[in-house]
């Protein structure tokens, strides 16, 4: 099991790597197929997969996000927008 979670966390990871590199090279139509496929994941998927979306993923994209100084609101989906909200006000930021 352990070694599940830790691809999970790896996967996930790779994923928001995949995402930011759409961003950066303003492949925006491939950066919106990206968050709505981890959107699906994070609804669909397991405990794991919901955390690992919610705690790699959305954390990753959104921080990266921030720091380039981009407009989220359009670009990631209802739910993971609500999660990345969700992560925000947790933080205090």
């Known amino acids: 099991m352990k ?5 999970i966390y790896k996967q996930a990871e790779r994923f928001a790597d995949i995402t930011k590199k759409s961003i950066i090279s303003g492949n925006i139509v491939r950066a919106k197929k990206c968050l ?3 959107e699906r994941l994070f609804i669909t998927g397991s405990i794991e997969t919901k ?3 919610s705690n790699v993923y959305v954390f990753s994209v959104s921080s990266f996000m921030e720091v380039r100084h981009c407009n989220i609101s359009h670009l990631f989906p209802q739910t993971l927008k609500a999660e990345y ?9």
């Not at 909200?85 to 930021?93: A, D, L, M, Y």
């Open 51 to 53: 955390n690992a979306i």
């Open 3 to 7: 070694n599940q979670v830790t691809s």
């Open 36 to 38: 709505a496929l981890a």
């Open 85 to 93: 909200i969700k992560q925000v006000n947790t933080s205090g930021v």
